[in-house]
């Protein structure tokens, strides 16, 4: 199976900061990733996917890129709405893990 | 409006079985590949399977954790998914989302429905 690493797993920022987020494939996975976010007691949303395709709806201060092994997530100025928690999932073969998560708190 | 609704979670003794069914609305169900997807009290998200669509035979995949205890099929002439789960553990307790699959990614999900194992 593909393990994925995200790093960090709990990063505290402030409103207005750049906001990398770091998800590690154990093997290659072409570009066959995805984020999510997720806030408390909800259902995980699509953020991105193919490594940098923004989903519909989603704000451009998102954004995704990577292929093969290494892959981050940025956020270019962290909003009030945006503290959440995020996971990647790779989809490039069975079984679709995700990463660990990553917490983004308010400082 | 694609809406993904869960239901049929709850406690159950080790050893036990649920099945839990997804009501899908707003798009065509046989279109879709459909996931269902775990997570554990303060934990992070589990892959549990995913069944294909009609032109792809209805086939499914599962994560080693539950392959042989669970099982997900669908009615599409109902507009419903279902996972069986048999043989349940403590370590199955979790909320459990279903998801739409697009582009083999999860574009919508339901609100998910807790499942608790426990004696």
């Known amino acids: 199976d593909i393990q994925l690493t995200q790093s960090p797993s709990f990063l505290s920022a402030s409103v207005g900061d750049r906001v990398t987020i770091t998800c590690r494939a154990s093997?290659?996975?072409?570009?066959?990733l995805a984020w999510y976010q997720q806030k408390p007691e909800k259902a995980p949303k699509l953020l991105i996917y193919a490594a940098s395709t923004l989903q519909s709806g989603v704000p451009s201060r998102f954004s995704g890129s990577g292929s093969g092994t290494e892959f981050t997530l940025t956020i270019s100025s962290l909003q009030p709405e945006d503290f959440a928690t995020y996971h990647c999932q790779q989809v490039n073969s069975y079984p679709h893990t995700f990463g660990g998560g990553t917490k983004v708190e308010i400082k | 409006e694609v809406h993904l609704v869960e239901s049929g979670g709850g406690l159950v003794q080790p050893g036990g079985s649920l099945r839990l069914s997804c009501a899908a609305s707003g798009f065509t169900l046989t279109d879709h590949y459909m996931d269902w997807v775990r997570q554990a009290p303060g934990k992070g998200l589990e892959w549990v399977g995913r069944?294909?669509?009609?032109?792809?035979?209805?086939?499914?995949e599962y994560a080693a954790s539950v392959k042989g205890r669970f099982t997900i099929s669908r009615d599409d002439s109902q507009n419903s998914l279902y996972l069986q789960m048999n043989s349940l553990k403590t370590e199955d307790t979790a909320v459990y989302y279903c998801a739409r699959s697009a582009q083999h990614v999860l574009d919508y999900w339901g609100q998910g429905t807790l499942v608790t194992v426990s004696s």
């Open positions: 093997q290659g996975i072409n570009s066959y």
């Open positions: 069944t294909t669509n009609k032109a792809a035979s209805y086939t499914t």
